[in-house]
T-cell receptor
Framework: DAKTTQPPSMDCAEGRAANLPCNHS???????VYWYRQIHSQGPQYIIH???NNETNEMASLIITEDRKSSTLILPHATLRDTAVYYC????????????FGAGTRLFVKA | DAGVTQSPTHLIKTRGQQVTLRCSPK?????VSWYQQALGQGPQFIFQ???????QRGNFPDRFSGHQFPNYSSELNVNALLLGDSALYLC????????????FGPGTRLTVT
């Protein structure tokens, strides 16, 4: 079973920041938070991951709470092309691991 | 640098038949994982191959089997197809035993009639 809880859908205006929340209250100390997105009819695309510190790359920022029980993915300036299903996943980063996807959040970016 | 490639793109089979799907990992990646994604749902983990051996397996019956070749490419075989096997089958690759993210292929759309 997925270890994360996400809202089923969210809307965002184009050009505004999209903040996607994720709850992972049972996360273990050695588990990372990963975010992927899946644009219609394509394979999932890696976005970002983190352990306990906030992370930023060219696509997004990841904010993890101090107790690590929740996180937020931030797309700073959403575009229409960011419309997709966003998956929040927790898993061990190294060694034999498998990625368990939940239902994700369907983000609609509107003009 | 080619990413993860999968073949075929689409496939139509009849109930009871067998099917083989193929995956070539991203250059430099030696670990391949397979996922099944039913319409409207998130991908479900089938199994993972590393060093030509199945390392982890999800909750899928023995009808689902796989293989990894010395060049790291992989096949997914499904026997005795059921209507419920209709789905998008995704292959993902990664450098084994690392923190790196998985790269997914575009998938093979299997329809069982």
């Amino acid at each position: 079973d997925a270890k994360t809880t996400q809202p089923p859908s969210m809307d965002c205006a184009e050009g505004r920041a999209a903040n996607l929340p994720c709850n992972h209250s049972t996360i273990s100390g050695n588990e990372y938070v990963y975010w992927y997105r899946q644009i219609h009819s394509q394979g999932p695309q890696y976005i970002i991951h983190g352990l306990k510190n906030n992370e930023t790359n060219e696509m997004a920022s990841l904010i993890i709470t101090e107790d690590r029980k929740s996180s937020t993915l931030i797309l700073p300036h959403a575009t229409l092309r960011d419309t997709a299903v966003y998956y929040c996943i927790v898993r061990v980063g190294a060694g034999g691991f498998k990625t368990i996807f939940g239902a994700g959040t369907r983000l609609f970016v509107k003009a | 640098d080619a990413g993860v490639t999968q073949s075929p793109t689409h496939l139509i089979k009849t109930r009871g038949q067998q099917v083989t799907l193929r995956c070539s990992p991203k250059s430099g990646h030696d670990t391949v994982s397979w996922y099944q994604q039913a319409l409207g749902q998130g991908p479900q983990f089938i199994f993972q191959y590393y060093e030509e051996e199945e390392r982890q397996r999800g909750n899928f019956p023995d009808r689902f089997s796989g293989h990894q070749f010395p060049n790291y490419s992989s096949e997914l075989n499904v026997n005795a197809l059921l209507l419920g096997d209709s789905a998008l089958y995704l292959c993902a690759s990664s450098p084994g035993n690392t923190l790196y993210e998985q790269y997914f292929g575009p998938g093979t759309r299997l329809t069982v009639t």
